[in-house]
């Protein structure tokens, strides 16, 4: 029924990825073309402020990114989706526009997001799922 999947990957958090593997895996089916994964690399106004952001220890944000997609590929395979079938992402900037921004360009028709965080009990939506449910063009299906 889907044809472009797109699965928001915050790669620090493994329980999360972990609650969201089954129902990726059972909505990417036969037809489906594409599951794209994204994970997005914040953008560093708290370093910044601290005029830590661009020391010359501080690694380029490009090689964040580099890294951040190698890890996401990493992360991938535990979803065990044949792969022709995935293409994976990495940005940076703000995760929900980041998020909002590639589910137009790849014309996502679901979108796959974990809930929150599981410490961050008090919410019952994250800051970025809350943003991708109110404002994304297609279904969203958030995973508790
Ligand atoms: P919390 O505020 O508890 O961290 P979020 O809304 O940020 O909750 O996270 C929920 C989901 O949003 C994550 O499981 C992931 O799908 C997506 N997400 C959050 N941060 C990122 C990120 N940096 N890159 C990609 N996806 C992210």
Request: glycine residues 4%; positive net charge.
């Amino acid at each position: 029924m889907y044809n472009s999947i797109l699965v928001p990957i915050d790669v620090s958090e493994t329980d999360l990825t972990r609650q969201v593997i089954p129902y990726v895996q059972a909505h990417s089916v036969l037809n489906t073309a594409k599951v794209h994964f994204l994970t997005v690399v914040p953008t560093l106004p708290y370093y910044s402020s601290l005029g830590l952001a661009y020391s010359a220890e501080m690694p380029k944000l490009k090689d964040i990114q580099h890294a951040a997609l190698l890890k996401l590929d990493e992360i991938v395979k535990q979803f065990k989706i044949p792969a022709g079938k995935t293409q994976t992402h990495a940005a940076a900037g703000s995760p929900k526009d980041q998020i909002l921004n590639l589910a137009k360009s790849i014309d996502a028709d679901l979108i796959i997001i974990a809930s929150h965080r599981p410490d961050i009990s008090t919410y019952l939506l994250g800051s970025n799922a809350a943003a991708v449910v109110r404002h994304a063009g297609c279904p969203v299906l958030v995973v508790r």
